[in-house]
């Protein structure tokens, strides 16, 4: 897994699929405008962009979240560029939460 590739719009989308994110839950943890991250979904080059590091907390967010991110050629069935969701121990689903399991 390379750290430095760009992250794409697709990949982008298809992380916070992956997540079951909203768009603005995501523009949140990352610490970007809920604007800019729409444009950037779109494939809009977002304008007015006064902080060129955006694309790169969206990346390590979503791979904090647990999403791997796959370069080209590297375990994808199509050799394209792809992603997929890291197993964790220690995560629970939203829909398992229950004051059993509250840390």
Known sequence: M???QPLSAAQCRAARALLDWPADELATRARVPSAWLEAFEQGAEPGGDNDPG???RLRRTLEAAGVE???SGLASAGGGPGLR???QADYIPAEQLN???DG
């Open 2 to 4: 390379n750290t430095t």
């Open 54 to 56: 955006e694309t790169a």
């Open 69 to 71: 991110f796959l370069d």
């Open 85 to 87: 969701v890291r197993a």
């Open 99 to 101: 004051s059993a399991n």
